[in-house]
């Protein structure tokens, strides 16, 4: 008996020292910002696609790597992201016109090259101060991430003339991206650029959905419709649905809103928050033993909380039990 008991304490204390030395395998805290869906009493997370606005843009600075990244990490479905071209054609991902909305430059996107747009931090954003070296990333290092994480690809695109919109779609097709990726446009040129490549086009409604825009979604072979208010009425909906269109809401950035579009029968979002989990280790996206790796944390967290409710007294008090030192 006392030698179970020693061997007890003693493997007790091995797993609280591998508790303590292994961090990168704890579950990390939820992103100050971010909302778990898995809260709602409601929604079914495996039946409700979130797409994240500009990545995790309530917990990192929009649009940059950081917030792609941290999107993943927390189940989120895809990445609704910005961008437009520079003066040498390179894609970049950026909201604004002008650098100065987000970052320590000035200038125009489309006056400057990416070299030069390269050169300049993102300085405001979503938890700015955990993020101080973000820079404006590429069309193609986005998609990396989302690839990586197994995300879908949602890209806004706002302008762009001839030329630069067939060194967009060249980029999409050599990425493998054209036909599963989904393009946002108010800008019926592009929509139709896109469908002409066999792509996903997705008409921009904002600021509502009316007869109108569902006939220009009709008319230019679109898959849907996007919009920044509220859900159009139920004669709206039932010629939505019965035209086969997909509906991607933004602005969905609260449980409760959720669960109104859930209940409506939307079951795609875009949201600045709403995530399925925690974030993983951002090693595990790539990792075959991630399973194991999840069943290992939470073997983990039953013992950190175990230990917490121990008294660190009692467990030097068996070790010298065990050893005889006592």
Known sequence: MKKTKAALTILLAALFLLAAVTPAFAAEALPKGAILVTNSDTI?????TIIAHRGLSACAPENTLAAFKLAGRCGCDGCAI????TLDQRW???SDLNLSASTNGLGLISAMTYDQISEYRITRGGNID???????PTLEEAVAICQLYGMKVVLTV??????????????????GVMKTATVVSANTDILKKIVDNGGRAVYNATPMITHLSIETAKNNNCVGLATSTALPGATLMARITNNDLELYPFGIDSLLYAEHMYNAGVKTVVSD?????TPDPENVAANVLTGFTRFFNQILNFFSKLFRQ???QMLFEGLKSSFGLG
């Not at 910005?82 to 071209?85: T, Y």
């Not at 955990?130 to 404006?136: A, I, L, N, R, T």
């Not at 706002?158 to 990425?175: E, F, I, P, Y």
């Not at 928050?273 to 989990?277: E, M, P, S």
Request: glycine share 2%; charged share 25%; hydrophobic share 40%.
């Open 44 to 48: 079914k997370a495996n039946d409700f």
């Open 82 to 85: 910005d961008v437009q071209p």
């Open 92 to 94: 970049v991902c950026f």
């Open 130 to 136: 955990q993020y101080p070296d973000e820079k404006v």
């Open 158 to 175: 706002r302008n762009g003339s001839a030329d630069q919109l067939d060194s967009l779609v060249a980029t999409m097709k050599v990425l």
């Open 273 to 277: 928050c709403l995530v399925k989990h």
């Open 310 to 312: 121990m008294s660190m």
